[in-house]
């Protein structure tokens, strides 16, 4: 089995992993979550108080989030409340530690041909 394989199947998904970091692509987007790891769950009005853009436009950037399984929405009452979900976030760690891996390991190969070149001489 090769490397590359190996890293592949202990990765996310491809599909999971890009709806997550295209959710993180977008500053608003980051920020939203930010703010509610920092506030805890907080309602739509409140997130849209914080940035300079529409009640809509927040409503849409939650939407990704949730599509992304960033946020959840719950209802207390007649209050709808926004929560950060932190755990889709340790799906992006393997596949970071997986392109570091591949980074050191292509930063090796340089050394050792150097290595032997020197060794040969």
Do not use: Y
């Not at 394989?5 to 939203?32: F, N, W, Y």
């Not at 989030?65 to 719950?74: F, I």
């Not at 976030?89 to 290595?115: G, M, Q, S, V």
């Amino acid at each position: 089995m090769s490397f590359i394989h190996m890293v592949e199947q202990q990765t996310p998904s491809p599909d999971r992993l890009t709806e997550i970091l295209k959710a993180a692509s977008d500053p608003i987007c980051r920020g939203i979550p930010t703010l509610l790891a920092q506030s805890g769950p907080t309602r739509v009005t409140k997130i849209t108080a914080r940035f300079d853009i529409s009640l809509n436009a927040v409503s849409k950037h939650i939407k990704v989030l949730d599509q992304a399984g960033l946020v959840s929405r719950r209802t207390l009452w007649r209050e709808h409340l926004i929560e950060v979900q932190m755990q889709p976030l340790a799906l992006i760690d393997p596949w970071f530690a997986a392109l570091r891996l591949i980074w050191a390991l292509r930063l090796e190969k340089p050394d050792d041909l150097l290595t032997k070149e020197q060794t040969d001489d």
